[in-house]
């Protein structure tokens, strides 16, 4: 099992910035892709960015040039650095892993709101 603890959300103005945290516990060596989801009321959640297990990115269109999703030292932490912030990235920010043989394990962390005043 892996189990993900999400940090670092809040309220900002239009062109801050915020740096949002992924902490896994658990079977951390089993994790293939770690990402970044968002989920705004009566949409779909969407993928904002991802990083796999050989460091390969994937990046959400609207957010290209503008986040940067990174691992830390212990590389059982996910971080995603936010610039340029804008109202339309206001959403609840998820850590998604999948894990295991054929990425078959799948844990979301609680979520984190962003808020970005305009």
């Known amino acids: 099992q892996v189990r993900l603890v999400e940090s670092g959300g809040g309220l900002v103005h239009a062109g801050g910035s915020l740096r949002l945290s992924c902490a896994a516990s658990?079977?951390?060596?089993?994790?293939?892709?770690i990402g970044w989801y968002r989920q705004t009321p009566g949409k779909q959640r969407e993928l904002v960015a991802r990083?796999?297990?050989?460091?390969?990115?994937n990046y959400a269109d609207s957010v290209k040039g503008r986040f940067t999703i990174s691992r830390g030292n212990a590389k059982n932490t996910v971080y995603l650095q936010m610039n340029s912030l804008k109202p339309e990235d206001t959403a609840v920010y998820y850590c998604?892993?999948?894990?295991?043989?054929?990425?078959?394990?799948?844990?979301w962390g609680q979520g984190t709101q962003v808020t970005i005043s305009s």
């Open positions: 998604h892993a999948e894990w295991g043989q054929w990425n078959l394990g799948k844990s």
């Open positions: 990083i796999s297990s050989g460091d390969t990115t």
């Open positions: 658990g079977s951390t060596g089993s994790i293939n892709i």
